[in-house]
């Protein structure tokens, strides 16, 4: 994967307007770069306003992932009922 494609994913679930599109940018930066990816997850799903939009795509994504690392954000932020 390019690394402006990393770089571009990241200012995305950073910064968009979107709150979908920051999701979307964050689920697919753990798919792409796995462990490498979770400081950027644990951070961006430490924030509570909107928290389903942008945690919902990620713990799927970090599920994907499966490392213990992965799980363990899963354990920590996925909704009761997932």
Not at 27 to 44: E, G, H, T, V
Not at 56 to 75: D, R
Request: zero cysteines; glycine letters at 2%; hydrophobic letters at 45%.
């Amino acid at each position: 994967v390019s690394r402006d494609v990393v770089i571009r994913l990241r200012e995305l679930a950073r910064t968009d307007p979107n709150i979908l599109v920051r999701g979307a940018a964050l689920a697919s930066d753990i798919r792409l770069q796995k462990n490498a990816a979770i400081p950027l997850a644990k951070q961006l799903m430490e924030n509570d306003v909107w928290q389903s939009v942008i945690r919902t795509p990620a713990v799927n994504a970090l599920k994907e992932v499966g490392t213990p690392e992965a799980l363990q954000l899963v354990q920590q932020y996925a909704p009761a009922n997932q």
